[in-house]
């Protein structure tokens, strides 16, 4: 647009530039999800439910731990359809990851002890962890979780005693059933 405005006059003084001419040319643009937005789309009853869907859409695509917080929040929300969706994305997360742990613990069962097995017992107390770290377990199944990962990644370790990824989980489940010496 630029190049091709024509002026009646040449401008010698440029320094300004009349921006009148602009104001109908550009499309005004304005962000539907800003910072820190989303905790007050999925919790403020005045909201329109189609934004909070919009806003439970988006972060069902790609799920962080922050993200399951907000969804959580939303299963309190008046509309049905809300809470409906965001029940249905914690609960697609979470029998994901438990379709994944029982393919891999058939794996596991079968597995001959070596390499395979401590690569799979290592993939296994990841995948244990995800349960933990996504909040996905109240504190009674936590903590049987977390000795779940204590034992597959020490089991791991036999095999892979440098692998730090496994030091580093056992450290933090070691936090979180307060053996704070041995984390």
């Known amino acids: 647009y630029l190049r091709t405005v024509t002026y009646e006059e040449k401008l010698e003084n440029v320094h300004y530039i009349d921006m009148s001419e602009f104001t109908d040319g550009f499309v005004k643009v304005k962000r539907i999800f800003g910072e820190g937005s989303m905790k ?10 189609s934004m909070k869907m919009k806003a439970l859409v988006s972060l069902s695509d790609n799920i962080q731990k922050r993200d399951i917080t907000l969804i959580k929040g939303a299963l309190s929300s008046r509309n049905d359809e809300i809470r409906l969706y965001s029940f249905a994305i914690i609960d697609n997360l979470e029998r994901n990851i438990n379709n994944r742990i029982h393919q891999k613990m058939q794996l596991f069962r079968k597995s001959k002890k070596g390499v395979q097995e401590a690569k799979l017992a290592k993939e296994l107390a990841l995948l244990y962890w995800e349960v933990v770290y996504f ?9 049987f979780i977390a000795r779940e990962v204590d034992r597959y990644a020490s089991k791991a370790l036999m095999c892979t005693p440098e692998d730090n990824d496994l030091h580093f989980l056992l450290g933090r489940c070691c936090l979180l059933t307060g053996e704070y010496k041995r984390a």
């Open 40 to 49: 007050e789309l999925l919790t403020n009853d005045a909201i329109d439910p």
């Open 135 to 143: 909040e996905l377990a109240d504190e009674e199944l936590k903590l």
